[in-house]
């Protein structure tokens, strides 16, 4: 499993101010600086906010992992002001004023910023850190990360069989509400009337489209793959109302080739030599500095 890496995502309103994280409990040092109970408090809820529940389970997240994460988030912005490394007053400056624009008010936003227990000056700060933490990765892990086209080539040959198409169905469809008038349009669609024609007048929503086989409920997709192209179905009940597809084209499972899947895979790969050389950057970093985890 990955480690738990959010840098530029949650660590913003993360840090709390100083005469809070005086009276709070400390849950760990990292070389001249604490990391609180009501931090790791914070963070695991943030964390939490950005996962379903089923997400949180299946990343196995525990406290002790995020407390990790925390740290680490924290390690890199001491190494990147250890390295001299500025952010312009203007980028930052950018950055909160792009928040802000988030806000309805300028009332809104400073709620905001009290419940997040921030006052703007530190609200500033946490973003200088955070700019500082991503101008750090990238000089020392992203920019280095070099995928070739031999890797792309290579991972699609092991993994061809990822790259299929399922059998797929372009279909026309007719949506409404009401079961008469369904029953009235398929009265019409037997005597011969342009299905097109009736879709322009009566239809509620947009056709279907093209469609995969398993993207739609299995009691549509039983009706839709089984049609005849050119063959109109009976309308079919669905909660809201009531459908006449009308399926054009279909289309066999195929082999998607290399042009069309490379982007795709580069970003596959990209990812992957990201975090293995990010988790090993850190590593390091780690490995020359002074942690303490404090005891319950």
Known sequence: MQRIISLVLISIFVWCNSSFCL???VVAIVNNEVVTKAELDM????????MSEEEWNDYGISEKKALESLIEDRLVVQEARNRKIEIPQRQIDS??????????SKYEFSKFLLQQGLS???????IREQMLSDRLITLEVRNRVII???????FYQENIGDFYLPERIRVESIFVRDQDLANEIHAKLETGADFIVLQEQYSKSSSLGLVNRGQLRKDLEEVIFNLEVGRFSKPVEISRGYYIFLPIEKLLPSERELVEVQDQIYNILLDKKFNEKLEG????????????????
């Open 95 to 104: 950055r909160i004023s792009r928040l802000k624009s988030r806000f309805r």
């Open 281 to 296: 950057w850190i590593d390091q970093i780690k490995s020359k500095s002074y942690i303490v985890f404090k005891d319950e």
């Open 43 to 50: 963070y695991v809820n943030l964390l939490k906010a950005q």
């Open 23 to 25: 009276e709070d409990k």
């Open 120 to 126: 703007l000056l530190e609200l500033e700060e946490r």
């Open 148 to 154: 070739s086209p031999a890797e792309v080539t290579e």
